[in-house]
């Protein structure tokens, strides 16, 4: 990412904007996709303003939520302080390898999750063996995102093109999907 890019992000997440809220449906989904267990551990990857890690949070996972913007990172500590010790939030490129090794612990999570960011990252191949790397044995990566073939042309760039999906999605040993909406938001549910 450019330091112009990064900037224009740390510049929305400071102005108090996110992505679009978390609705019941899809929270509802989840639970019945993933069936959280008290205690298991969670890692939400691209936290924003915090609304996803805290409803992770309240489905009692034990949460680390992570944004490579400083301002996200701020703004998510902020709103939920009152989660604490169950959310966490710590300041992540998890585009930057060796940082991810080096702060992440292999097998480490029940569940990861990347809600409306996996768009705007890179190397879609490394960041998908990067997330099963941090899975313990029957962990799950769930990525929920828009398809570009669903967006008006002057939005594509918020969302994964039909090849994008099939390198996420290749070497699990198990997966599935749903649609949110009619507007093109689908989650992915991988396995290892």
Do not use: N
């Not at 703004?75 to 080096?102: H, N, Q």
């Not at 409306?116 to 191949?125: E, G, I, P």
């Not at 313990?136 to 769930?142: H, R």
């Not at 760039?157 to 994008?164: K, P, Q, R, V």
């Amino acid at each position: 990412m450019t330091a112009v890019e990064r900037a224009r992000w740390e510049h929305h997440f400071a102005r108090g904007r996110g992505f679009r809220g978390v609705a019941e449906r899809e929270l509802r989904l989840l639970r019945e996709a993933v069936r959280p267990r008290a205690g298991t551990r969670a890692l939400d990857i691209g936290c924003g303003l915090g609304t996803y890690p805290a409803a992770l949070a309240g489905l009692g996972y034990d949460t680390l939520a992570v944004d490579w913007a400083d301002a996200a990172v701020a703004a998510t500590r902020d709103r939920y302080a009152g989660l604490e010790p169950r959310l966490r939030v710590s300041r992540l490129d998890f585009e930057d390898a060796d940082e991810v090794a080096a702060r992440l612990p292999r097998a480490g999570f029940d569940l990861v999750t990347m809600r409306l960011v996996l768009a705007f990252m890179t190397d879609k191949r490394a960041v998908a063996d990067r997330v099963r790397g941090l899975l313990a044995p029957g962990g799950a990566w769930v990525v929920t995102t828009p398809l570009v073939e669903r967006l008006p042309q002057e939005r594509r760039f918020i969302g994964l093109t039909a090849e994008d999906v099939a390198v996420v999605t290749e070497g699990w040993a198990r997966g599935e999907w749903y649609d949110l909406e009619a507007g093109g938001v689908r989650c992915f549910v991988l396995r290892v």
